[in-house]
T-cell receptor, first 113, second 113 residues
Framework: AQSVTQLDSQVPVFEEAPVELRCNYSSSVSVYLFWYVQYPNQGLQLLLK??????LVKGINGFEAEFNKSQTSFHLRKPSVHISDTAEYFC???????????FGAGTRLTVKP | DGGITQSPKYLFRKEGQNVTLSCEQN?????MYWYRQDPGQGLRLIYYSQIVNDFQKGDIAEGYSVSREKKESFPLTVTSAQKNPTAFYLCASAPPAGGRGYTFGSGTRLTVV
């Protein structure tokens, strides 16, 4: 089975600063990796996903993530955050051969003016 | 546009009453899921269904029931046996193959008084 660990439960950052949200995963088989964003009182929205190929993937809202197989990590980054990026971010993993998805506990990103 | 519709957005019920949350999708997805979300606890899987007329318990199924009579619909009933039903409930769907990720509804916030 797969599992996901998000290393930070809360990340406060000032507006226009860079941010990195950390995600490590564990799996005995090859996996797909995802980042979702959740704004207050809304569902989860897909930010980006890694399926194969280039290890650097770009998503919506200027976010990107890098897949590192040797370190089993999939950290999310943004070079300059906005107040509107304040939200909960979830890392998720699913195996190649099924759609069973495991979610991390989430990281609350708070962008301060 | 295809998507998932959860209704209602907000629901209030008296303690001891059963309540049913609606989830409808027009994405032609085979799999559907129900999650419960409490502050600071991430997503917890209640029930899931991979095919019509079949469903399985997730991690916290006690006090909940579901049905899957149609591919498009996966209603969740919160019964009086659920000891702490106040929470945010999310429905999701996915195609059978991995790599597409889950599509989420916008959620139902249930408050039991």
């Amino acid at each position: 089975a797969q599992s996901v660990t998000q290393l930070d439960s809360q990340v406060p950052v000032f507006e226009e600063a860079p941010v990195e949200l950390r995600c490590n995963y564990s799996s005995s088989v090859s996996v797909y990796l995802f980042w979702y964003v959740q704004y207050p009182n809304q569902g989860l929205q897909l930010l980006l996903k890694y399926l194969s190929g280039s290890t650097l993937v770009k998503g919506i809202n200027g976010f990107e993530a890098e897949f590192n197989k040797s370190q089993t990590s999939f950290h999310l980054r943004k070079p300059s955050v906005h107040i509107s990026d304040t939200a909960e971010y979830f890392c998720a993993v699913s195996a190649f051969n099924n759609n069973d998805m495991r979610f991390g506990a989430g990281t609350r990103l708070t962008v301060k003016p | 546009d295809g998507g998932i519709t959860q209704s209602p957005k907000y629901l209030f019920r008296k303690e001891g009453q059963n309540v049913t949350l609606s989830c409808e999708q027009n994405l032609n997805h085979d799999a559907m899921y129900w999650y419960r979300q409490d502050p600071g606890q991430g997503l917890r899987l209640i029930y899931y269904s991979q095919i019509v007329n079949d469903f399985q318990k997730g991690d916290i199924a006690e006090g909940y029931s579901v049905s899957r009579e149609k591919k498009e619909s996966f209603p969740l009933t919160v019964t009086s046996a659920q000891k702490n039903p106040t929470a945010f409930y999310l429905c999701a769907s996915a195609p059978p193959a991995g790599g597409r990720g889950y599509t989420f509804g916008s959620g139902t916030r249930l408050t039991v008084v």
